[in-house]
């Protein structure tokens, strides 16, 4: 009975994904989304932030950056797949802006790491996936202020966008679904609190 709950639950999810895809397939194509693509350590944090801002519509944990076909969690751990852990961000252009969400990613990590604290290495180092001419000149541009700011340090790759892969279900929404969470306890919500109190202005 319980293996045919969770086969249940596991269908419903991919429904709702699949419905969810499309509509946002249709207003990517209409203009009235936009998709911007930022990897800074845990997934979770990152999504959580993200989320938070005024015009962000949707956040997806996902995995790119790398070489290997359908990367998974684990695999993508090992550091062998070239992949980090990233967040498709889904966000109305007419509420906010692209240098807005590039100022909340670099306000809401430290530049200068390898990875955001406790968690370091390839899979959680910090990219910024530009998709055109305008996101990689204010990407670059952002980057080269705070660059001189830090003497150089900043640890940020700046790389043309090729392919996401969707993270696990269980995934998605994780600090919102386990509050509770040790990690989440902490190391995600008080990341999240310092971004809140630095940028009140981009907040819902």
Not at 108 to 133: E, H, V, W
Not at 138 to 157: C, H, M, P, S
């Amino acid at each position: 009975m319980k293996n045919k709950f969770l086969f249940l639950i596991m269908v419903f999810l991919f429904f709702m994904n699949s419905m969810q895809s499309q509509n946002f397939d249709k207003q990517l194509k209409s203009g009235e989304l936009k998709v911007a693509y930022f990897a800074s350590g845990c997934f979770w944090c990152v999504e959580a932030i993200y989320e938070s801002i005024k015009g962000v519509e949707e956040v997806v944990s996902g995995y790119a950056g790398g070489h290997t076909i359908n990367p998974t969690y684990e695999s993508t751990g090992t550091g062998k797949t070239g992949h980090a852990e990233t967040v498709a961000v889904y966000y109305n252009p007419k509420i906010v802006t692209y240098i807005n969400l590039v100022r909340a990613y670099y306000g809401s990590q430290d530049p200068t790491s390898f990875g955001q604290k406790p968690d370091f290495g390839s899979a959680y180092r910090s990219l910024i996936f530009y998709q055109n001419n305008h996101e990689r000149e204010v990407a670059q541009k952002y980057f080269d202020g705070l660059n001189t700011q830090y003497d150089g340090k900043v640890a940020t790759e700046i790389v043309p966008f090729k392919k996401f892969y969707r993270a696990e279900e269980y995934h998605q929404n994780f600090e919102k679904l386990h509050p509770d969470h040790r990690y989440i306890q902490g190391v995600s919500i008080p990341r999240l609190n310092r971004f809140k109190k630095a940028f009140p202005e981009l907040l819902k």
